[in-house]
């Protein structure tokens, strides 16, 4: 099982969660993964159920025994808690980049870049026509670590292991690969 994610922003301070689940084996259990979410998210707008207005679920009797978040074994809430906890808009001319950072200032510049090309009625990278479109059926999505030698195609080579062993995704094309 993948998951694709979009957080789309609807203003300065929020953003709308997309997740899409993809399963190259089993049929997805639609009544499972609906059950399992709303254990998480509550109904009608999907609000989290634990979330900065309870402290995450936080726990000090969990974190000394159990866990080293305190804040359950959901990674889902642990990831929330990291973004929600800089604040709504975080202020970056306080913020020190230090060499480690190199790949935030990578991605700015190239986020930059690509608001400056759409700005210039140029196509951003990464874009596809409908043609393209069309053929793409399930996402990319690795949870591994690449071997030093070779992590170039690491992460195409999985992916097309996985298609291959697929019933519907052996003969679909991956983004931007072929």
């Known amino acids: 099982m993948t998951i694709t994610q979009w ?22 259990d639609h009544a499972q993964m609906r059950e399992q979410r709303l254990k998480l998210y509550e ?24 866990t080293f978040t305190g804040m359950g074994f959901d990674i889902n809430v642990h990831d929330q808690w990291a973004i929600e906890s800089q604040g709504r808009i975080q202020d970056r001319t306080r913020e020190h980049l230090g060499t480690t950072d190199k790949a935030i200032v990578a991605y700015r510049r190239m986020l930059l870049s690509a608001i400056g090309q759409v ?6 990278p990464m874009w596809l026509d409908p043609a393209r479109a069309a053929l793409i059926r399930g996402p990319i999505a690795i949870d591994g670590m690449g071997p030093t030698r070779g992590w170039e195609s690491y992460w195409k080579d999985v ?20």
Do not use: M
């Open 119 to 124: 700005a210039n009625g140029e196509k951003p």
């Open 7 to 28: 957080h789309v922003p609807i203003d300065d301070t929020s953003c709308y969660w997309y997740a899409i689940f993809t399963s190259f084996g089993e049929p997805v």
């Open 159 to 178: 992916d097309a292991r996985r298609r291959s062993g697929s019933s519907w995704a052996a003969n679909t094309v991956p983004p931007l690969v072929a």
């Open 43 to 66: 109904l009608p707008d999907y609000r989290p159920r634990l979330g900065r207005h309870n402290a995450y679920g936080y726990s000090v009797a969990e974190q000394q025994s159990q």
